[in-house]
């Protein structure tokens, strides 16, 4: 764990990000160096915090979070990464459609949604970055319609949005127990099985602490 970048640790789950955080780590700056870099070239106690690392299973109705990190983590980190990770999934699908005709003829289906996760997915993101965060901060997104209004709406779409791509989640993973015993494919199935339970859990966080801190607002 104490060679993987911060970058790889705070996107792993939420738990992590947040354990950094509380040990003073800031994992946009230094999204490069490693747990050992940071503990190197700072007081902070290497053992300590990979023990922490270790056991980081956040509840995700502890209070303490709060929504401008919460916000930055996902703005800068987190929904990067599950773009950046989508659209490398589906480059590594359609390479190996393209040159093995079982693979396209037991993966076509997975192919095809992960593009329409990545479609759904794009208009998600734009959604949070135009419209839920910036109500987040006190930013002014439309003046002839009430702030509170737009939110309400924007919350709708989201629940329909994260039902469609939870479906698609589902459907996914149906798809890769069919497919679980063939050998050839384990290394790719790997990458999409880690890909699948990184986005649920990044549904949870929206679902669990993002969508409810909002509306306190």
Known sequence: ???????????????????????????????????????KNTKIDGNNLLIDLSQANIEFNNEEIDLDFLIDYMEKSRNKYLNNSLS??????????AN??????DFIEVFELLTAL???????????????????RKETILEETSPEQDLQKIFVLFKEEQNFIKAILNRIEELVEMNALKEKYQSTLKILNCFVKNFKEYLQLE???????????
């Open 207 to 217: 679902n669990k602490v993002l969508f409810p801190k909002m509306e306190l607002l």
């Open 88 to 97: 490398n999934l589906r480059y590594i699908f359609s390479s190996n459609m």
């Open 100 to 105: 093995d005709a079982e693979f396209y003829k």
């Open 1 to 39: 764990m104490k060679e993987k970048t911060l970058a790889e640790l705070a996107n792993e789950n939420f738990s992590s990000a947040w354990i950094l955080k509380k040990h003073n780590i800031n994992f946009f700056d230094e999204s490069k160096s490693t747990v050992e870099d940071v503990c």
């Open 118 to 136: 990545e479609a759904n997915f794009k208009l998600h993101l734009h959604k949070e970055k135009y419209f839920l965060f910036p109500n987040a």
